[in-house]
């Protein structure tokens, strides 16, 4: 158990620009949450996969988010056409198979859109 | 929609201190309540978690406590130490949800 880990941990983008997120959860894990925190804030739940499923992605902040887990294994987050709102920190987490099981998280992405 | 606030918003101790950091939520029907560390910078580590049939969870200096009925729930350090100086967390679980309260800073003192 390698723990859950995120690439890249710091990505600077123009305006504009697409970014992709990569998220590894821990290998027995099956459920893989994505959130976003701003400075000050709590993490804002984004979207969420059950195996390659994803169960809940009203919370994706616009339609210029987009996320996959295309074998259940790995995520990405993707943003098209970044704005400097955009700038945060993306974190991944992941938990097993109960809704109830605590959830590990990653180091996660610092966004810097300039 | 559920609402999770946590007070105080910053918090500075002396060394050794016990402290309570509080969380309360507006959604009853949670699956669980969990309590996070998190330094300058880093990712969340999870500290303890309590199920929605659970009253607290211990684990060393640590104790949580959840009331749902009146939707609160507390995170009490005993002794506190300046490696405990981080941002605390609180995260409710609902259905297809996880929304989580702003922290509490804590600052320990030696």
């Known amino acids: 158990d390698t723990g859950v880990s995120q690439n890249p941990r710091h990505k600077i983008t123009k305006r504009g620009q697409n970014v992709t997120f990569r998220c590894d959860p821990i290998s027995e894990h099956n459920r893989l949450y994505w959130y976003r925190q701003t400075l000050g804030q709590g993490p804002e739940f984004l979207t969420y996969f059950q195996n390659e499923a994803q169960l809940e992605k009203s919370r994706l902040l616009s339609d210029r988010f987009s996320a996959e887990r295309p074998k259940g294994s790995f995520s990405t987050l993707e943003i098209q056409r970044t704005e400097q709102g955009d700038s945060a920190m993306y974190l991944c987490?992941?938990?097993?198979?109960?809704?109830?099981?605590?959830?590990?998280f990653g180091p996660g992405t610092r966004l810097t859109v300039l | 929609k559920q609402e999770v606030t946590q007070i105080p918003a910053a918090l500075s101790v002396p060394e050794g201190e016990n402290l309570v950091l509080n969380c309360s939520f507006t959604d009853s029907a949670i699956y669980n309540l969990q309590w996070f560390r998190q330094d300058p910078g880093k990712g969340l580590t999870s500290l303890l978690l309590i199920q929605s049939s659970q009253r607290e969870q211990t684990s060393g200096r640590l104790n949580a406590s959840l009331d749902k009925s009146s939707g609160r729930s507390t995170l009490y350090i005993a002794a506190s130490q300046p490696g405990d100086s981080a941002t605390y967390l609180c995260a409710a679980h609902n259905n297809n949800d996880m929304r989580f309260g702003a922290g509490t800073r804590l600052t320990v003192k030696p």
């Open positions: 987490a992941s938990s097993g198979r109960g809704l109830a099981d605590t959830q590990y």
